[in-house]
């Protein structure tokens, strides 16, 4: 018999939560290194950490597999996270990115997916959707990025957005893979100046409206806004832009250390 408890998010910070979907733990974007500046090697960019991790990696523990929508970038894969890498069954993220980590990662291209075991019976479906780090010339250049669907009977369906600056890459999520039921989006405006001037690489407080229109009647989840000082929408403004916008009622807040449920 299949267990259908609702499927659930702990966020630990930034982009990373642990969802419990069909009894199957997913660890989003391991970072958990402490606060600090975090130099990009062989470029002038340094990133700023200003929080710690609210839920520290043994609480996450154990896990089955590691959705990472990237692992070139220091806030979505730091190093405390890659040394938790190993201790996942698979490691699902983008083929660039697997082929340099090697080990139990997976690669997967947009379309791809993979089935994994719900411990009481049935599958846990995931499948890679497009992401686009920054608009479309900056995409190009910073490096491949993948989000996340995931599917299974008696659950509703979840996006994980990854680092997407992208309405019209959401808005084709939907038409190939929608409708879904819950969003979660990485929304913290991020800026990185030295590298991108001033071009957004995910979605902002306005376009994560713009998003959710798309995404339908969709539960929105917004992370990926806290801990670091390249962000330019947090919590606050997420919420001020769903409210004006009439769409409030479908907003998720999860504050990091807390946990909602996705359904």
């Avoid at 220091?74 to 340099?100: F, H, K, M, Q, Y």
């Avoid at 479906?125 to 995409?139: I, L, Q, S, W």
């Avoid at 990185?192 to 994560?208: K, M, R």
Wanted: glycine share 12%; charged share 20%.
């Amino acid at each position: 018999m299949i267990d259908e408890a609702p499927p659930t998010l702990q966020l630990v910070g930034g982009p990373t939560s642990l969802i419990v979907y069909g009894g199957v733990r997913l660890l989003t974007d391991p970072t958990f290194d402490p606060p600090g500046e975090y130099p990009r090697p062989g470029t002038a960019v340094v990133l700023r950490k200003l929080a710690g991790p609210a839920v520290p990696a043994a609480r996450v523990r154990p896990f089955d597999a590691v959705l990472l929508s990237h692992d070139h970038h220091s806030d979505n894969l730091d190093e405390a996270g890659r040394e938790l890498l190993p201790e996942a069954g698979r490691v699902l993220t983008t083929i660039a990115g697997a082929e340099r980590l090697a080990g139990n990662a997976t690669g997967l291209a947009p379309g791809d997916a993979v089935e994994l075991d719900r411990p009481a019976g049935g599958k846990v479906r995931v499948t890679a959707v497009p992401a686009e780090h920054g608009p479309p010339d900056v995409a190009a250049k910073n490096g491949p990025v993948i989000g996340f669907v995931l599917r299974s009977d008696g659950l509703p369906t979840v996006y994980v957005s990854g680092d997407n600056a992208s309405v019209d890459v959401v808005r084709a999520m939907v038409a190939e893979h929608g409708p879904v039921d819950v969003a979660v989006l990485f929304v913290g405006g991020a800026q990185v100046p030295a590298a991108w001037g001033d071009a957004y690489l995910t979605l902002t407080a306005d376009t994560a409206v713009e998003a959710a229109k798309a995404l339908n009647e969709a539960t929105i989840v917004p992370i990926h806004q806290d801990g670091w000082a390249h962000f330019t929408s947090n919590a606050a403004d997420v919420r001020r832009a769903f409210s004006a916008a009439g769409v409030a009622d479908r907003l998720r807040p999860v504050a990091p250390g807390g946990e909602v449920a996705l359904g």
